[in-house]
C-alpha cells in the first residue's frame, strides 16, 4: 500500500472515530486509530505530525462536508427569495452559527485550526464566500468582502467566548433566541456602515 492509501485510511478510520464518539476527542486515542487502521502507533506521527494534526485534518473535512450540504455558495446566487440583503444575510448566519453550537467539540478544533493557519482554501474561507452571494444588492465587491469577513470573525470569536458572552456582552450564546439577536444586530450594525461608507479604496 503506498503512502497516499496509507493517510487515506488514517484519516478515514479517524473520522469514522470521531463520529462515533460524537466529536469527543479525548476519548480517541493514538493506540486506537493504530489499532482500528492495522497500522503502527508511530505511522501517526509519521504521517501527520501528531495525533492532534491527524484529528484537526479530519475535522476540518467533516466540517467542510457539511458546510457544503448547506453552503449558500452551492445555491443560485440571483435565485428570488423575496429577501433582502440584511435578512437573507441573517437568515444564512443564524443557520451557521446554529450549526456551531450545534457541534461543539468539532467546531472549536475547526476554528483553532484555522486561526493558526488561515489559508484560502480553509473552512472560514469557505463559508464568506458563500456569504457572499447574499449580498445582492451592493457591487462594490471589497466593502462586501470587508462586511463579510468581519461577520465570521465576529461569529468564530464569539462561539470562542461563548461561556463569558453573557457577561461581557449581555448575550447567553447557548440560547437560540439570544443567537438569533446577537446576529441580527451584528448584521445591521455592519450594514449601517456598509451603507454610509462613502470612500473605498486599496489606497491608506
Do not use: H
Not at 492495522?38 to 491527524?54: A, D, Q, R, W
Not at 423575496?82 to 443564524?94: F, H
Not at 453550537?101 to 489559508?119: C, E, K, P, R, W
Request: glycine content about 4%; some cysteine.
Amino acid at each position: 500500500m503506498d503512502n497516499e492509501k496509507i493517510k487515506d485510511s488514517i484519516i478515514k478510520v479517524t473520522t469514522e472515530l470521531i463520529e462515533q464518539y460524537e466529536g469527543n476527542t479525548k476519548m480517541i486515542t493514538s493506540r486506537l486509530i493504530a489499532e482500528k487502521a492495522n497500522i503502527g502507533l508511530g505511522s501517526i506521527n509519521y504521517y501527520f505530525g501528531s495525533k492532534e494534526n491527524l484529528i484537526t485534518e479530519c475535522v476540518q473535512k467533516i466540517i467542510n462536508k457539511v458546510l457544503f450540504a448547506f453552503s449558500p455558495e452551492i445555491k443560485e446566487c440571483n435565485n428570488s427569495d423575496g429577501l433582502s440583503d440584511k435578512e437573507r444575510l441573517t437568515n444564512w448566519a443564524s443557520q451557521t452559527f446554529d450549526f456551531l453550537f450545534d457541534n461543539q467539540a468539532i467546531t472549536n478544533i475547526s476554528i483553532m485550526g484555522d486561526m493558526q493557519n488561515y489559508l484560502a482554501d480553509n473552512n472560514s474561507v469557505y463559508i464568506q464566500k458563500g456569504y457572499l452571494c447574499a449580498l445582492r444588492d451592493n457591487n462594490n465587491e471589497n466593502i462586501k468582502k470587508l462586511l463579510i469577513f468581519i461577520l465570521v470573525s465576529t461569529m468564530q470569536v464569539a462561539f470562542l467566548a461563548k461561556n463569558t458572552t453573557k457577561e461581557l456582552l449581555g448575550y447567553d450564546l447557548y440560547l437560540k433566541n439570544q443567537r438569533d439577536l446577537f446576529i441580527k444586530n451584528i448584521v445591521n450594525i455592519l450594514f449601517d456602515g456598509m451603507y454610509n461608507t462613502e470612500e473605498f479604496g486599496d489606497e491608506a
